[in-house]
């Protein structure tokens, strides 16, 4: 290793990089402030307009393309003709380059000040994936290092003249998917400010950036490898939710614990008022809201008094402070099946803890795991995947506080009722398709998921409330295609006082008829909320 080209926004451990580089023999070649940087430690370097001989031009986006560098980076040592055109142009090698490329990403998600257009252009990089291609392509014959992390396993691998292709490869690897990154962000962001798409317009193409935050231990299930990708597209940035959530303690994730814990933190962020939302297999088994008669501890309980059966083992959600007393009823509370039962959990998620409840809720469990995530935004673009390609769609961020509910039955209903039909319809958003959700009190009564026709939906849910149907509220995530002696009607006789459902059947004038037989309120919204 004779030469390295060193050119970074990036100077985390810079120095030692450089002087590691120097002491093994290396000469140092870099531009503009990286050169200054190696100088004011002492160390020797050569600019790069002096291998060149050539002037940096055009206020700096023109240094390194040239010749002298691409022809020193790009020649393959093993072939002769190769060997004689450098040495007839007088280029001499350069075996080692360490680039990462201008702060983009860092530039146009700055919370402090938004660039303008031309700020945010003359900080997309060009000579710096020039030179990272080129030795990456290259990479039989020179290493390429865009990550900090890397440099002490470089340094090392040079020093003990251990370099092997294993290394050179991964290097190389990691060298195009850092290009492909950095180019996914320029995409994303010349599409949203270009001012030529229409607002909330999907992209006819896209690349999404993703980097591997967590590997798990398997999927879902035992046989499947699987990993945790954080989505790092420019959309996301200053995003809250799980992925960016603070593990506190407990076992490690595992798969099914994201998606159950991104289920409970999205349903109770969806929730104005403080509450707690308990979710077993990524629907809501239970729900409850602070109000004049209920305080947060309350809360807890009446969501694992919904159905305490399928709260055994859920995860455990808050979108407020979870605090000491919080904590020790949350440590403590036992099963309403037998009065001496502790309740079990996976996942305990909220978006902040008290010191000291932090430490309470540690005391319960060696395995319960404790996250902390900020909020999440819900109007961010959702991407799921299928055999052979993916679905896009802005995310359903309709809940009961922003729904506009329709009259459309004789009954009126109280304010009381009203509040709680807009819980059952955040609720219901939240459940998989068919989905029913039965709310009265500012609670979860019953909810029925995931049947292949709405009318069972419609009696697991009412079993769930039992009683308690009685004056109840009930939301529908789609319309009702039949009423009589099916859904609408079991509702009515239940006891249930109001019914909000999106509307839009040919068959909406039987569920207005049977709501007056049985004196109900029944409400359309115009909004269907499916979720399979």
Same mark, same amino acid.
């Given at each position: 290793?004779?030469?390295?080209?060193?050119?970074?926004? =990036?100077?985390?451990?810079?120095?030692?990089?450089?002087? #590691?580089?120097?002491?093994?023999?290396?000469?140092?070649?870099?531009t503009?402030g990286?050169?200054?940087?190696?100088?004011?430690?002492?160390?020797?370097?050569?600019?790069?307009?002096? !291998?060149?001989?050539f002037?940096?031009?055009l @206020?700096g986006? !023109?240094?390194?393309?040239?010749?002298?560098?691409? +022809?020193?980076?790009?020649?393959?040592?093993g072939?002769p003709?190769h060997?004689?055109?450098?040495?007839e142009h007088k280029?001499?090698?350069?075996?080692?380059?360490?680039?990462n490329?201008y702060?983009?990403?860092?530039?146009?998600?700055?919370?402090?000040?938004?660039?303008?257009?031309?700020?945010?252009? &003359?900080?997309?990089?060009? +000579?710096?994936?020039?030179?990272?291609?080129?030795?990456a392509k290259?990479?039989?014959?020179?290493l390429?290092?865009?990550d900090p992390?890397?440099?002490? &396993?470089?340094?090392?691998a040079? &020093?003990?003249?251990?370099?092997?292709?294993?290394?050179?490869?991964r290097?190389?690897?990691?060298?195009?998917?850092?290009?492909a990154?950095?180019?996914?962000? !320029?995409?994303?962001?010349?599409?949203?400010?270009?001012?030529?798409a %229409?607002?909330?317009?999907l992209?006819?193409?896209?690349?999404?950036?993703?980097?591997q935050?967590?590997?798990?231990?398997?999927?879902?299930?035992?046989?499947q490898?699987a990993?945790?990708?954080?989505?790092?597209?420019?959309? %996301?940035?200053?995003?809250? +939710?799980v992925?960016?959530?603070v593990?506190?303690?407990?076992?490690e994730?595992?798969?099914n614990?994201y998606l159950?814990?991104?289920?409970?933190?999205?349903?109770?962020? @969806?929730?104005?008022e403080?509450?707690? !939302?308990i979710?077993?297999?990524?629907?809501?088994?239970?729900a409850?809201?602070?109000?004049?008669n209920?305080?947060?501890?309350?809360?807890? #309980?009446?969501?694992?008094?919904?159905?305490?059966?399928?709260?055994?083992g859920?995860?455990?959600?808050?979108?407020?402070?979870? =605090?000491? =007393?919080?904590?020790?009823?949350?440590?403590?509370?036992?099963?309403?099946?037998?009065?001496?039962t502790?309740?079990?959990? %996976?996942?305990?998620?909220?978006?902040?803890?008290?010191?000291?409840?932090?430490?309470?809720?540690?005391g319960?469990?060696?395995t319960?795991?404790i996250?902390?995530a900020?909020?999440?935004?819900?109007?961010?673009?959702?991407w799921?995947?299928?055999g052979g390609?993916?679905?896009?769609?802005?995310?359903d961020?309709?809940?009961?506080?922003?729904?506009?509910?329709?009259?459309?039955?004789e009954?009126?209903a109280?304010? &009381?009722?009203?509040?709680?039909?807009?819980?059952?319809?955040?609720?219901?958003?939240h459940?998989?398709?068919?989905?029913?959700a039965v709310?009265?009190?500012?609670?979860l009564l019953?909810?029925?998921? +995931?049947?292949?026709?709405?009318?069972?939906?419609?009696?697991i849910?009412?079993?769930?409330?039992?009683?308690e149907?009685?004056?109840s509220s009930?939301?529908?995530?789609?319309?009702f295609?039949?009423?009589?002696?099916?859904?609408? %009607?079991?509702?009515?006789?239940?006891g249930?006082?109001?019914?909000?459902?999106?509307?839009?059947?040919?068959?909406d004038? @039987?569920?207005?008829?049977?709501?007056?037989?049985?004196?109900?309120a029944?409400?359309?919204?115009?909004?269907?909320?499916?979720?399979?």
């Amino acid at each position: 290793m004779k030469r390295a080209l060193v050119s970074v926004s =990036d100077k985390h451990n810079l120095d030692k990089l450089a002087r #590691r580089l120097h002491d093994a023999g290396v000469q140092l070649i870099s531009t503009g402030g990286s050169a200054k940087f190696i100088e004011a430690q002492s160390l020797p370097v050569t600019p790069v307009d002096e !291998v060149t001989n050539f002037p940096e031009m055009l @206020d700096g986006r !023109v240094k390194t393309l040239h010749p002298a560098i691409h +022809g020193g980076i790009l020649a393959r040592r093993g072939m002769p003709e190769h060997v004689a055109k450098l040495e007839e142009h007088k280029i001499d090698t350069i075996d080692v380059v360490v680039v990462n490329l201008y702060p983009f990403r860092a530039t146009v998600t700055n919370p402090d000040k938004t660039p303008t257009w031309e700020e945010a252009v &003359e900080n997309i990089d060009i +000579g710096g994936p020039a030179m990272i291609r080129a030795a990456a392509k290259n990479h039989d014959d020179v290493l390429v290092v865009v990550d900090p992390a890397d440099y002490d &396993e470089v340094c090392d691998a040079i &020093e003990s003249k251990s370099v092997d292709a294993n290394l050179r490869r991964r290097l190389a690897w990691k060298a195009f998917q850092h290009c492909a990154a950095y180019d996914a962000s !320029v995409s994303e962001w010349l599409w949203d400010n270009a001012g030529f798409a %229409e607002p909330n317009s999907l992209p006819p193409a896209a690349v999404i950036p993703v980097s591997q935050s967590v590997p798990l231990r398997y999927g879902e299930n035992p046989h499947q490898p699987a990993a945790f990708y954080q989505d790092d597209s420019l959309r %996301e940035n200053g995003g809250g +939710g799980v992925a960016r959530a603070v593990q506190h303690h407990g076992k490690e994730m595992s798969y099914n614990n994201y998606l159950d814990a991104d289920a409970a933190y999205s349903c109770v962020s @969806d929730i104005k008022e403080d509450a707690c !939302v308990i979710v077993k297999h990524t629907n809501p088994c239970g729900a409850a809201v602070v109000g004049a008669n209920r305080d947060l501890l309350e809360a807890y #309980r009446c969501a694992v008094r919904a159905d305490h059966i399928s709260a055994f083992g859920g995860i455990v959600a808050f979108n407020t402070t979870v =605090d000491a =007393d919080l904590a020790r009823e949350i440590r403590e509370f036992r099963s309403p099946e037998d009065g001496e039962t502790r309740m079990f959990y %996976e996942i305990v998620i909220a978006p902040s803890y008290t010191p000291e409840g932090l430490e309470v809720l540690k005391g319960k469990s060696k395995t319960l795991r404790i996250l902390e995530a900020p909020p999440r935004d819900a109007s961010k673009l959702s991407w799921r995947q299928v055999g052979g390609g993916f679905l896009a769609q802005s995310a359903d961020d309709v809940t009961g506080d922003t729904a506009s509910f329709e009259k459309a039955a004789e009954a009126t209903a109280t304010d &009381e009722q009203m509040t709680d039909l807009r819980l059952a319809w955040t609720i219901v958003k939240h459940v998989k398709s068919n989905a029913i959700a039965v709310a009265k009190d500012g609670r979860l009564l019953g909810m029925g998921s +995931g049947q292949p026709n709405r009318v069972n939906s419609v009696r697991i849910a009412l079993e769930k409330a039992g009683d308690e149907a009685k004056g109840s509220s009930l939301a529908s995530d789609a319309f009702f295609p039949f009423s009589w002696n099916d859904s609408v %009607e079991k509702a009515c006789q239940a006891g249930v006082s109001v019914i909000a459902h999106p509307g839009g059947s040919m068959r909406d004038s @039987d569920a207005v008829e049977c709501c007056d037989k049985y004196g109900v309120a029944l409400f359309t919204t115009g909004v269907r909320h499916f979720k399979h």
